[in-house]
C-alpha cells in the first residue's frame, strides 16, 4: 500500500503527495489511521466512468425487467417492506 503521513504532507508540501503519485493512488495517514486517498486526475476520472457505466447498466436492466413484467407492484411502503422482512 502506497502510504503518506499527514505530518509529511505538513513538512514537505504537495511534493510529498507528488512523490507518493508516481507509484500509484496514496493512502494518507493521520493519527495512525488511514483518512484519504488521493488519484490522480486521470485515475479518478476512469473510476468515474466505470461507475457511470455500471449506473446506466444497472438502469437498463431495471427497465428491462418492467417491460417483461418481472416487477412487483406493492400499494404501499408498508407493504413491500413487510414483503422483504419474511
Avoid: C, W
Wanted: negative net charge; glycine residues 4%.
Amino acid at each position: 500500500m502506497n502510504t503518506i503521513t499527514a505530518q509529511e504532507i505538513k513538512r514537505r508540501g504537495i511534493s510529498a503527495v507528488d512523490d507518493a503519485l508516481k507509484k500509484g493512488p496514496v493512502h494518507v495517514i493521520k493519527n495512525n489511521e488511514p483518512s484519504y486517498v488521493v488519484l490522480a486526475e486521470e485515475q479518478f476520472n476512469i473510476l468515474v466512468e466505470e461507475g457511470d457505466t455500471l449506473f446506466a447498466d444497472r438502469i437498463r436492466e431495471s427497465l428491462e425487467d418492467y417491460q417483461k413484467g418481472r416487477v412487483k407492484k406493492y400499494p404501499s411502503v408498508e407493504e413491500l417492506m413487510k414483503d422483504i422482512s419474511s
